[in-house]
């Protein structure tokens, strides 16, 4: 079974400070990984994806992740958080040849001015 | 290339009644997954089909159904709708062999 950690379903940061939000996973076969974004009132937008290539991952917005198989990790890092970077944030995991996404429980990013 | 398309956006729905929802893929896209959002449950994998059949299904009762047709669009029921069946239901395509899904913008789902 996979499943993935979001930990802290709240994150503040002031305009201009780093972003980091935090997935760890479990998964019994070599995971693809991904990191979608959901503004209020609308669907699941995808900011980046890992699937066994660079583990290195850089997405849309300045977004980037970087997978960590020794810490089964796959944290999402932005350099400078803007006012529009604010959402909800959701990390999710499947497994090669299966289309079922397992989420995590979501992280809701907090900017301000 | 258009995206991924939901109707209704919004639907009112009474308890015991029945409620179906579409959803059209992106062209070329055979695949069609749904998931259920809740506050309490969070996002939650309803069923995935590809080419007109059901290839994997979530741990929900059987009064979730849905169905694929020849040009892709993918409609799901609910029958006897309870109050906890109120939830954004989302719809996601899959493109290619790396499980990239790209999601609609969702129908909103009120049983009263």
């Known amino acids: 079974a996979q499943s993935v950690t979001q930990l802290g379903s709240h994150v503040s940061v002031s305009e201009g400070a780093l972003v980091l939000l935090r997935c760890n996973y479990s998964?019994?076969?070599?995971?693809?990984l991904f990191w979608y974004v959901q503004y209020p009132n609308q669907g699941l937008q995808l900011l980046l994806k890992?699937?066994?290539?660079?583990?290195l991952v850089k997405g849309i917005n300045g977004f980037e992740a970087e997978f960590k198989k020794s810490e089964t990790s796959f944290h999402l890092t932005k350099p400078s958080a803007h006012m529009s970077d604010a959402a909800e944030y959701f990390c999710a995991v499947t497994a090669t040849g299966f289309q079922k996404l397992v989420f995590g429980t979501g992280t809701r990013l907090l900017v301000s001015p | 290339k258009a995206g991924v398309t939901q109707t209704p956006r919004y639907l009112i729905k009474t308890r015991g009644q029945q409620v179906t929802l579409s959803c059209s893929p992106i062209s070329g896209h055979r695949s069609v997954s749904w998931y259920q959002q809740t506050p309490g449950q969070g996002l939650q994998f309803l069923f995935e089909?590809?080419?007109?059949?059901?290839?994997n299904k979530g741990n929900f009762p059987g009064r979730f159904s849905g169905r694929q047709f020849s040009n892709s669009r993918s409609e799901m029921n609910v029958s006897t709708l309870e109050l906890g069946d109120s939830a954004l239901y989302l719809c996601?395509?899959?493109?290619?062999?790396?499980?990239?899904?790209?999601f609609g913008p969702g129908t909103r789902l009120t049983v009263t």
């Open positions: 998964s019994s076969v070599p995971p693809y």
């Open positions: 089909y590809f080419s007109e059949t059901q290839r």
């Open positions: 890992y699937t066994s290539a660079a583990t």
């Open positions: 996601a395509s899959t493109s290619g062999a790396e499980n990239e899904q790209y």
